[in-house]
C-alpha cells in the first residue's frame, strides 16, 4: 500500500473513531434493525458464530467509511456504491436480504448495469457495486482482485489515480478481468 493511501486511511479511521465517540448510545431504532439483520442472517443458515462474525466485518467497513447497513451483509456507502460483504468461510457474495430469502452465492454477481469490483480474484470476495456516472473514491481498495463490467453494451468505466488523472480505461462492457491490481486506483467513473 502507498504511503499516501496509508495516511488516508489513517486519517479515515481516527475520524469514524471521533465521530463514534461523539454520537452517544445507540437508539431503539439502531438495536431494532440490529435485531432485523440478526433475524436475516438466521434465516440465511447462518450459525450464531457465524452471524456474529459477519456483522463484526459489516461493523469494520462502517466504522472506516460513511454509509449505513440495510441488510446482513449490505451497507449503502455515504457515495451512493453498495457494498455487498461475504458471508464468513465463503468465497462469492450472496444477497441476503432479499424478499426471497437468500439468493445463492456466485460467481461474477452483479446485476445489469452496474459496474462491480471485488476484493479477490476471479470474482471473489467483497462486492462494490457502482451505478451512477460519477467518481466514486475507493477506501482501502489495494492489492489484487477483479471487476466485472456489467454495464449496458459498450459502456467503459474510467480508473484514476489520486490526482484524478485516468490510469486505465476498461474493455467496453460486458466483459469481466479476472485479476487487476488495485493499489494505484484512487477513484473509479463506472461510465
Known amino acids: ?87 464468513p468461510g465463503e468465497k462469492y457474495v450472496r444477497e441476503l436480504g432479499t424478499t426471497a430469502g437468500s439468493r445463492a452465492a456466485a460467481q461474477w454477481e452483479c446485476d445489469y448495469e452496474y459496474f462491480c469490483m471485488y476484493r479477490q480474484q476471479l470474482g471473489m470476495g467483497d462486492r462494490l457495486a457502482l451505478y451512477h456516472c460519477q467518481d466514486y473514491a475507493l477506501q482501502g481498495w489495494t492489492g489484487d482482485g477483479s471487476y466485472y463490467n456489467h454495464q449496458t453494451p459498450g459502456t467503459r468505466a474510467l480508473f484514476k489515480n489520486q490526482n484524478r488523472n485516468v490510469i486505465y480505461t476498461t474493455p467496453a462492457a460486458t466483459y469481466s478481468e479476472p485479476s487487476y491490481n488495485w493499489t494505484p486506483v484512487w477513484y473509479v467513473r463506472p461510465c
Not at 433475524?39 to 452471524?51: K, P, T, V, Y
Not at 467497513?61 to 456504491?81: F, K
Open 1 to 87: 500500500m502507498s504511503i499516501l493511501k496509508r495516511y488516508a486511511a489513517l486519517a479515515a479511521a481516527v475520524v469514524a473513531v471521533l465521530s463514534v465517540g461523539l454520537a452517544g448510545p445507540a437508539s431503539a431504532e439502531t438495536t431494532q434493525t440490529q435485531a432485523a439483520f440478526d433475524e436475516q442472517a438466521r434465516a440465511a443458515g447462518l450459525s450464531r458464530d457465524n452471524a456474529d462474525a459477519l456483522q463484526e466485518k459489516v461493523d469494520r467497513y462502517l466504522a472506516r467509511q460513511d454509509g449505513r447497513q440495510v441488510s446482513a451483509n449490505e451497507i449503502v456507502l455515504g457515495d451512493g456504491a453498495t457494498l455487498t460483504v461475504t458471508v
